[in-house]
Nanobody, 119 residues
Framework: QVQLVESGGGLVQPGGSLRLSCVAS????????MGWYRQAPGKQRELVAR???????YYADSVKGRFTISRDNAKNTVYLQMNSLKPEDTAVYYC?????????????WGQGTQVTVSS
């Protein structure tokens, strides 16, 4: 059994910053790619940022230069530092990870954390 638990969401004013964290726990052999997705009301879930097991990163164009994804492999944790936040960043943010469990690579989702950018 594997769980992803996010934290760090909340209400912030435009131009502000937040740092999201996601901890993976359970019967983990190793973690491959980890990432963050978001879903705004009435919109499809979209990829925000992703980081491979070797540390290569990908960012959606809408967040390049403002968001930074990082990971701590020793803690099975992925972070998303969000700066210069805009109202259009308001969404539920979901952690996602490809995790080796015994001999199978399985994709897991967290429960989501709300980020609201508003004055």
């Amino acid at each position: 059994q594997v769980q992803l638990v996010e934290s760090g969401g909340g209400l912030v004013q435009p131009g502000g910053s937040l740092r999201l964290s996601c901890v993976a726990s359970g019967s983990i052999v190793s973690i491959a790619a980890m990432g963050w997705y978001r879903q705004a009301p009435g919109k499809q879930r979209e990829l925000v940022a992703r980081i491979s097991g070797s540390g290569r990163t990908y960012y959606a164009d809408s967040v390049k230069g403002r968001f930074t994804i990082s990971r701590d492999n020793a803690k099975n944790t992925v972070y998303l530092q969000m700066n210069s936040l805009k109202p259009e960043d308001t969404a539920v943010y979901y952690c996602n990870a490809d995790i080796w469990v015994v001999t199978a690579l399985t994709n897991y989702w967290g429960q989501g954390t709300q980020v609201t950018v508003s004055s």
